[in-house]
């Protein structure tokens, strides 16, 4: 698949202070984002993940690298044209209602009347603001905020969306319909990069992923092949046993009434407790194998850096 | 069409701000009150009228310009609407001049509106309207564009209320620069003059849009001190203009 997106050698330092001095953010970022997938950009707090949007999309200016978008120039209007972005936090014009500020974004891409207004609907309707089209942005919560951000984003059919933390506000029904918009846009074959503190979700919609620690990305590829399928260990919830009779076992957590809770370690203590169990003539009511998660690499390798 | 839609939002946003109606209503205020100075003064009363008329015009259209215009782009970068605004396939010069020609509109309204109540007052007076007000009315307009453009090139770097100060401090310097003039022909040649002529020439002469004495007391004016004034504010804006592009091209917006 061609690249979308080509950072090359990324460096951006910024002078800070009264006397000023020199804090290095990005230490040459290099990354590729090809077409169709949902990239997850992943950093801790001031890592350097929005200034590497912000760089990409010319609000700042790096001191060294190259940045392609769609093989032109970062800068240039045709690289732009076929993007879209959610800066974290969004404030927007709050004195303009919900469709005036769409249509004030569509006549940026030029879009004539007809055709923003049609826009403008659907738009409102996929984000689920069409009741509020005639409200003032400043009436609107930090939710709403959030969808209506990214309505703008997609106003002009963007084959490339840059979203900084899209799902940062939102109460759970809000980033499960979010989450849900972001698939059905890979689905219609568009390009995400998802800068996201939660990872949970990038684990769950993402196809690649890339994590930034003091401004360098120390590991990127496909999640599956960061992600081990190695069972790290295994939850049991089981009766019909006394607590202590388990201790050679495994973990017990906690019981409640007859039902006691289980962390078995080894793989092959789960044969012995099942028979153990059975001869007793006891109960397995759950067993759940907990692999590697993107949060317990995410964990491991800051702490590493 | 970029530039155009920015425009608008920019006078949307200016025309949702209460600070405008405010100056609007003391201006109102002012030209009122005109009346009632006129009214007890022994002598010429619609001279009264027309002098503080006029003044008022100029002095709260410029307060409006600067009031406004020193807050567009900091208050874009400060509430970060610039971020989502930049990203988009438009060009930073496109952004600031869009800013500019909506604050301009603003004014425009604003003065065709102050100067026809003012205008109204004149009439109930002498029964005529006089084409010299409505010409130094438009000087006076000529003479906000320039200072929106100052306010907007403050606004590039700094804070509503230094840009405010620095841009106040134009006008000033604008209005009282001429004293240099004066004092360059009573210079001998020298080193100094040659300073001071520099000087002269670099600062602000705001008295070149001020027609109101002749326009009051009926004085006649080459139609050539029009169009230099009138070149002398259009070169000057574009001036302004190019520095402020020049320092918004190479902001990063942190």
């Known amino acids: 698949m061609a690249a979308v997106l080509r950072i090359e050698n990324l460096s951006k330092a910024f002078k800070l202070g009264f006397i000023p001095r020199t804090k290095e953010i990005l230490r040459g970022i290099s990354l590729s984002v090809d077409s169709g997938e949902i990239f997850g950009y992943l950093g801790p707090n001031g890592a350097g993940k929005t200034t590497t949007l912000k760089c990409v999309l010319g609000l700042i200016f790096p001191d060294n690298g190259l940045i392609e978008i769609f093989g032109h120039p970062h800068l240039s209007l045709e690289g732009k044209e076929r993007i879209g972005y959610l800066p974290e936090n969004p404030y927007f014009y709050e004195y303009l209602t919900a469709a005036e500020f769409l249509d004030f974004y569509a006549q940026l891409f030029g879009l004539r009347k007809k055709g923003r207004e049609e826009k403008i609907r659907s738009l409102l309707r996929l984000v689920g603001l069409e009741k509020t089209r005639g409200l003032q942005l400043r009436k609107f919560s930090r939710g709403m905020l959030q969808r209506i951000g990214l309505a703008q984003a997609l106003v002009n059919d963007p084959e490339l969306l840059f979203l900084d933390e899209p799902l940062g506000g939102l109460d759970p029904l809000g980033r499960k319909e979010v989450r849900d918009i972001i698939i059905r846009l890979r689905q219609e074959g568009k390009t995400v990069l998802l800068c996201s503190h939660i990872l949970q979700d990038i684990e769950m919609i993402c196809d690649h992923v890339a994590i930034i620690v003091s401004g360098k990305i120390i590991s990127q590829g496909a999640l599956q092949d960061l992600i081990s399928e190695k069972i790290l260990f295994t939850e049991v919830t089981l009766s019909g046993l006394a607590f202590d009779e388990l201790i050679s076992l495994g973990e017990p957590l906690w019981a409640r009434g007859e039902k006691i809770f289980l962390r078995v370690l080894h793989e092959e203590n789960i044969e012995k407790l099942t028979v153990l169990v059975h001869g007793r003539k006891g109960k397995i009511h759950s067993l759940v194998p907990r692999t590697e998660t993107l949060e317990d690499i995410f964990v491991g390798m800051v702490k590493q850096e | ?254």
Request: hydrophobic share 60%.
């Open chain 2, 1 to 254: 069409m970029k530039i155009k839609a920015i425009a608008i939002n920019t006078f949307r946003e200016a025309i949702r701000d209460r600070v405008l109606y405010l100056l609007f209503f003391f201006t109102v205020v002012a030209l009122l009150f005109s009346r009632l100075l006129a009214m007890l003064t022994v002598g010429d009363r619609v001279k009264i009228i027309k002098d503080v008329g006029l003044a008022s015009i100029s002095l709260f259209g410029m307060l409006m310009a600067i009031l406004i215009g020193t807050g567009l782009v900091y208050k874009e970068i400060d509430k970060k609407t610039v971020f989502t605004l930049i990203s988009k396939p438009i060009q930073r010069w496109q952004f600031l001049l869009g800013k500019f020609f909506g604050l301009v509109l603003t004014l425009f309204i604003m003065t065709v509106l102050m100067s026809l109540i003012f205008i109204v007052i004149v009439f109930l007076h002498t029964s005529k309207i006089e084409g010299r007000l409505l010409l130094a009315v438009l000087f006076i307009f000529i003479e906000l564009v320039l200072i929106t453009a100052v306010a907007i090139l403050f606004s590039c770097f700094s804070t509503p209320i230094l840009s405010s100060l620095f841009s106040v401090s134009f006008y000033l310097i604008g209005h009282f620069s001429w004293g240099l003039e004066t004092l360059l022909l009573k210079t001998k040649p020298g080193p100094t003059k040659v300073l001071l002529q520099g000087i002269y020439a670099l600062l602000p002469d705001l008295e070149n849009f001020n027609f109101k004495t002749e326009a009051v007391y009926g004085l006649a004016v080459q139609p050539k001190f029009y169009f230099y004034s009138a070149l002398y504010g259009i070169v000057y804006t574009f001036f302004i203009l190019m520095l402020a592009v020049l320092i918004f091209k190479k902001r990063d917006f942190v």
